[in-house]
């Protein structure tokens, strides 16, 4: 009775043997597709391009480049034209009122008077030394006028010796006699110009001190250098002030300074002479001018370089050190309004934004931001077309296919 296990062992064998090794055959007698034929026979299909729906979904925008008033702009200051601490030059009591901080001074105006104490008799010493010298020098002269006379007159009796000796009729003795005369008549010459050259070098001497006595006197009165305000009181009546001690300090306001520093990647687009606006912080107003000087040395710690502007204030409205935002006005260029989220930067680090081609291919283009404003940035780099993706841009790299929506551009 064992034909029966027998007969169930044959047929699960026959089974399993059509099953893994005539797999194919069997599936065409069942009719199975060309698929699951090839995938019976260990065959690989050819594989077949990506549908639409694996590829990166992005939002693009297509902007067109539109040629803008580029201006480069800062964060910076009003600062004073100019400022001095006006002091003193010489050791003595103040005897003048003093003029009190938020004056207005004007050039040469007095701020500081000093005691003359015996500057004047000093003063009145040289002069009269300078006039004793000045006397001196037409005797100097006289006794330089006589040694020359008698100077001439020795060579005449030296010449006249000489003719007389010559033909006997004068003695060696006399010859040499002249000769000794022409010798003392020189050295007086020369003794009486340097007693004139004495006599000058005392005129010079005199007037010297006559200087540094008037010099000394001018001293006392300290003035202002230039118009402007006080920002100080000036020095307290009776007060002693020593030299270096400080009587004033003067501000200049008008015209005011507008004061900033450029990164080193813009300096080459600001000029000398360019326009130039501000707005000053705390309701203080907008104000404009022209950059009068760019500093050709950067700041060795954040590498940007110190701008001044001049601005007229004849009202001395704008005060100084004022927080102000400036403008400065440079050669236009053709830009693109973008959306500051759709930034982006490459493995590299650059900053830019991914694009699409024609194809559907992503491309990536560095660019360069040349201002900032509430609806976006300004970017130059791209195309004058672009298809910028703004959505989605984080999620693709260059060279990859997308399917891009295209967002209307609202202005």
């Known amino acids: 009775m064992r034909i029966f296990p027998i007969l169930a062992a044959i047929a699960m064998a026959a089974f399993l043997y059509m099953a893994i090794l005539e797999r194919p055959t069997l599936l065409a007698f069942f009719g199975a597709g060309e698929e699951e034929k090839a995938e019976a026979a260990n065959e690989t299909p050819v594989a077949a391009p990506i549908s639409a729906e694996k590829r990166v979904k992005v939002v693009v925008e297509r902007l067109n480049a539109q040629s803008i008033d580029s201006a480069v702009v800062l964060r910076g200051q009003t600062a004073a034209a100019r400022q001095v601490d006006v002091k003193a030059e010489t050791s003595a009591i103040v005897v003048s009122e003093p ?6 001074v004007e050039t040469g105006q007095i701020m500081c008077r000093l005691d003359e104490g015996t500057r004047r008799a000093a003063l009145e010493q040289a002069r009269a030394q300078l006039a004793e010298a000045k006397s001196r020098v037409p005797e100097a002269q006289a006794r330089v006028q006589e040694a020359q ?3 001439e007159e020795a060579k005449i009796n030296q010449n006249a010796s000489s003719r007389l000796n010559e033909g006997g009729f004068a003695s060696t003795t006399r010859l040499a ?4 005369a022409v010798a003392t008549a020189e050295a007086g010459v020369s003794s009486a110009q340097s007693g004139l050259s004495a006599a000058q ?6 007037q010297a001190a006559v200087a540094g006595a008037q010099t000394e006197l001018d001293r006392l009165v300290i003035e202002a250098p230039f ?8 020095a307290e009546l009776g007060s002693l002030l020593q030299a270096g001690a400080l009587c004033g300090t ?8 507008l004061v900033g520093f450029i990164p080193e990647t813009q300096v080459n687009r600001v000029q000398v002479g360019a326009m130039a606006g501000a707005r000053l912080a705390a309701g203080g107003g907008e104000v404009r001018g022209k950059v009068t000087f760019i500093s050709r040395s950067a700041d060795p710690q954040t590498r940007t370089f110190l701008t001044e502007i001049e601005v007229p204030n004849p009202d001395l409205k704008i005060r100084d050190g004022q927080t102000a935002e400036i403008l400065i006005a440079s050669e236009g260029a053709d830009a693109h ?8 930067l490459n493995d590299e680090g650059t900053l830019g934004m991914r694009l699409v081609d024609d ?9 360069e931001i040349i201002r900032d404003t509430s609806k976006g940035v300004w970017v130059t780099g791209l195309p004058m077309q672009a298809n910028v993706i703004v959505v989605g841009q984080e999620y693709v790299v260059e060279g990859v296919e997308v399917d891009p929506t295209f967002r209307e551009v609202t202005q």
């Open 149 to 151: 006379a008698r100077l």
């Open 177 to 180: 006699s002249s000769d000794a």
């Open 250 to 257: 003067i501000i200049q306001l008008d015209p005011i300074k």
């Open 359 to 367: 194809n559907n291919i992503v491309d990536f283009r560095a660019v």
């Open 99 to 104: 003029l009190r901080k938020g004056a207005k």
């Open 201 to 206: 070098s005392g005129i010079e001497a005199a």
């Open 337 to 344: 309004l973008v959306p500051q989220s759709a930034l982006t």
């Open 227 to 234: 118009g402007g305000l006080l920002e100080s009181d000036t």
